[in-house]
T-cell receptor, first 114, second 109 residues
């Protein structure tokens, strides 16, 4: 599992409340990513990070912010959650295997916004 | 722009039948192509990548640059192949991966 964990694994919250999801890795990878997974849309990149304090937007970044104050943690924040942000959120890291770079994924966080 | 298209959202085949999951891509350069699989209640994991040219769990995929396709094939489907399959593309820098919308494969006993 490339040492990737996500917390919480499940969360139910109400519209308008702030939510922070955490991704933690233990192998000192430089690149980390947040995706959301929705039926009919597949995986869409929200934000990614290429180092401490270095982040960039992905395809669906509106309504989300991220922070990376240390290598091992990449936080995804929904400042004011909306029902359209109900989704499964996956964190990933870019790691290297025998054949080259690939993405390794966390177990996912299921977020429900009521 | 980078695009990965998986035209089939759902695909059902009988056990023992051949299966092909389609993937087409659009990229201005030489991308690296991948297939990821997500079994029920598990995290996504790499199934195979075009540069390794390996057969994993009986699956193969050939990169056809002329047709810009990377279809996933298996000659005899098994029940344990039932899962969600994502085709993905990585560009020159490797910084970002672009995923298709996924195909849910069901193998009928």
């Amino acid at each position: 599992d490339a040492g990737i964990t996500q917390s919480p694994r499940h969360k139910v919250t109400e519209t308008g409340t702030p939510v922070t999801l955490r991704c933690h890795q233990t192998e000192n990878h430089r690149y980390m990513y947040w995706y959301r997974q929705d039926p009919g849309h597949g995986l869409r990149l929200i934000h990614y990070s290429y180092g401490v304090k270095d982040t960039d937007k992905g395809e669906v970044s509106d309504g989300y912010s991220v922070s990376r104050s240390k290598t091992e943690d990449f936080l995804l924040t929904l400042e004011s959650a909306t029902s359209s942000q109900t989704s499964v959120y996956f964190c990933a890291i870019r790691g290297t295997s025998r054949d080259g770079d690939e993405q390794f994924f966390g177990p996912g966080t299921r977020l429900t916004v009521l | 722009a980078q695009r990965v298209t998986q035209p089939e959202k759902l695909l059902s085949v009988f056990k023992g039948a051949p299966v092909e999951l389609k993937c087409n891509y659009s990229y201005s350069g030489s991308p690296e192509l991948f297939w990821y699989v997500q079994y029920s209640r598990q995290r996504l994991q790499l199934l195979l990548r075009h540069i390794s040219r390996e057969s994993i769990k009986g699956f193969t995929a050939d990169l056809n640059k002329g047709e810009t396709s990377f279809h996933l094939k298996k000659p005899f489907a098994q029940e344990e192949d039932s899962a969600m399959y994502y085709c993905a593309l990585s560009g020159h820098s490797g910084n970002q991966f672009y995923f298709g919308t996924g195909t849910s494969l069901t193998v009928i006993p």
